[in-house]
């Protein structure tokens, strides 16, 4: 590759349109955010710079749950009576005010808007899969067409840190493949833990290869070392590169760490950029790794403290599952983090708080694959590609809808009982709540139709709202104190807000299911679930999913405000951004 090659997708038009989309996409979550308030203008709305001299009109639907479905071909920018060209990071600048961003925030953020602006570009230069060519599609087909990330941040593709060399060799949406580079880390240092059944030696063994294990140990042992006082850790060819072979430098020298080399089997991105699915064995399990690089509001690193317990809150959540009634009816599962592998720096340890990125710089955990589970004739598919839309404006889910052949209310009730209904019952049976975006969920689906869900990233972002809950000591972390006003909003937020307004927008700009079907559906389904739960009727009136309302819980503002840790994970409560409320779409059906 050349030096212009390496920027070839950087071109006019399609920075053009990508600027367009981005800022489509910015007018419609700042306004449900209330960060802008757009004026009626006729038939158009009108948003105004701080100064105001500087006018962006567009056209607009209103849906439910404050949503704004504005037409990206009627954004236009005017000052001077002039209109002028769409460009994104004018309009932070344009705006800062109105958008909270400090002096110290906005170059980081323009940055993360750059780079976001950059990977549009990269899509717009990829063949041109239709809807309905990915609903016939593998798994990680589906996963490498997604030409959007989270719905609702902005800024959802920073990836700062990676070049654009490092980019078009590990973000998902290349699909290039990856091989992980491995180390040796010394016992005094690194720690491994596993689920039950699980004994190091065999399991490495079973994702190398006895050939590859072989091949590393004879590396140590060619350097006068002990294999035995070692352990492998997988890591990221990135954070080699850039990190660990600088930052760990002390380690290499001491031979605390040693560099085995690249192991055999080929993995591809996956849409969360540091976790891993094996392509050359798919059976295998995916490998997370930690990864320095600021994406989305956090340091994409791992904790070898965290890892620890991985494993155990893994085993823990799956005999839940496996021994409720309710759960397994739902055909839920998860696909368990087996096990972790992690290294402590000590130096960076004595000169940091637990926060701090120099404690995530090195960890691994296995996670199963969800392709042994499956049966004749299902595929699976990221529930994140339930909100893609192709080239010409189709969305994957109505494509999904067209092949399973079933009423479009009929379809999303099945989706429903196999991802909602497990989320209603883990909060009002447990006190347990999930991090269910899209990203975090993949759907086991047979023509179309969805059989059933599998949740995954478990240990780092389940919580259990109960004070009092009975968890085992090596399950303890997950316990967090929540206000009692604020614990619905895990399914208001997570799930209404931040999935649930998105598709049914879509699917009611396609003309497939009104909005009013798409809410009337998930009532139905909910008062389903608590009419077949009647000893939960206590809970369900002190926790009401009917409540004429609940709080407007904003994610950009979390970003704009501190785009280097959003939240902490321990406390995720204390760092809501609650502006207002929003009308409930299901109240009174």
């Known amino acids: 590759m050349t030096l212009a090659d390496a920027v070839a997708h950087l071109s ?5 349109t990508a600027n367009r989309l981005l800022l489509r996409k910015a007018l419609a979550e700042f306004a449900h955010e209330r960060l802008i308030t757009p004026e009626e203008d006729g038939d158009r709305y009108v948003v105004r710079s701080d100064d105001g001299l500087t006018s962006y009109r567009f056209s607009a639907v209103r849906r439910a749950l404050d949503h704004w479905e504005i037409d990206p071909d009627s954004v236009t920018r005017h000052r001077d009576g002039t209109e002028l060209p769409l460009a994104a990071l004018d309009f932070f600048i344009e705006l800062k005010e109105s958008l909270g961003l400090s002096d110290e925030i906005l170059p980081v953020y323009l940055e993360e808007i750059s780079s976001t602006l950059s990977g549009t570009c990269y899509k717009l230069t990829k063949p041109q899969v239709t809807s309905a060519e990915l ?11 997604m030409t959007e990330g989270h719905p609702c941040f902005v800024a959802n593709n920073g990836r700062l840190g990676f070049g654009i060399h490092e980019y078009l060799s590990y973000a998902p949406e290349t699909a290039s493949p990856v091989r992980l580079v491995w180390l040796a880390a010394h016992r005094s240092r690194a720690a491994f833990t596993a689920g039950a059944g699980i004994e190091y030696e065999s399991f490495l063994r079973e994702e190398l290869g006895e050939k590859t294990v072989e091949r590393f140990r004879a590396v140590l042992t060619g350097r006068g070392l002990d294999p035995a006082e070692y352990l492998f850790i997988p890591v990221h060819p990135w954070q080699w590169w850039n990190k660990l072979s600088v930052t760990f430098a002390a380690e290499v020298a001491r031979e605390l760490l040693v560099c085995l080399g690249e192991g055999d089997d080929e993995y591809l991105a996956q849409q969360s950029i540091r976790t891993f699915f094996n392509t050359s064995a798919p059976h295998k399990h995916y490998v997370k790794t930690a990864l320095s690089v600021l994406n989305m509001g956090f340091m994409r690193g791992l904790s070898a403290t965290y890892m ?18 309710v759960l397994k009816s739902t055909g839920l599962s998860i696909i368990r983090e087996r096990a972790a592998v992690g290294y402590r720096h000590l130096e960076y340890e004595r000169a940091t708080d637990r926060y701090s990125p120099y404690r995530k710089m090195l960890a691994a955990l296995w996670r199963e694959s969800p392709v042994p589970s499956l049966r004749d004739g299902e595929t699976l598919a990221t529930m994140a590609s339930l909100l893609h839309v192709d080239h010409r404006g189709a969305s994957l889910a109505g494509a999904l809808i067209e092949r399973s052949g079933l009423p479009p209310a009929e379809w999303l009730r099945q989706y429903l009982r196999a991802y909602y209904v497990p989320l209603l019952h883990s909060f009002y049976a447990y006190d347990l709540v999930f991090m269910p975006h899209g990203e975090n969920v993949v759907l086991v689906l047979k023509d179309g139709a969805v059989q059933r869900a599998v949740y995954k990233d478990i240990a780092e972002e389940i919580a259990v709202m109960d004070p009092d809950a009975a968890l085992p000591p090596e399950v303890r972390r997950i316990r967090v104190e929540v206000p009692e006003d604020t614990k619905l909003l895990s399914v208001f937020t997570d799930v209404f807000d931040c999935f649930f307004r ?23 389904v909910t008062r389903e679930y608590q009419e077949a739960n009647p000893e939960l009727a206590d809970r369900f009136r002190q926790y009401d999913m009917f409540a004429p309302e609940f709080a407007l819980s904003c994610l950009n503002r979390l970003q704009l405000r501190n785009n280097r840790q959003m939240v902490d994970l321990a406390d995720p409560s204390g760092a809501l951004q609650l502006v207002g409320t929003l009308k409930n779409p299901i109240a009174g059906l």
């Open 308 to 325: 620890e317990a991985t494993p155990a809150i893994n085993d823990w959540l799956a005999r839940l599952i496996d021994s409720d009634p």
């Open 12 to 16: 006019p038009g399609r920075w053009a």
């Open 502 to 524: 998105f598709l049914a927008a879509r699917l009611a700009a396609d003309g497939i299911l009104t909005e009013d079907g798409f809410w009337r559906t998930v009532a139905e």
């Open 135 to 145: 609903a016939r599609s593998g798994f990680q087909e589906v996963e490498a067409g």
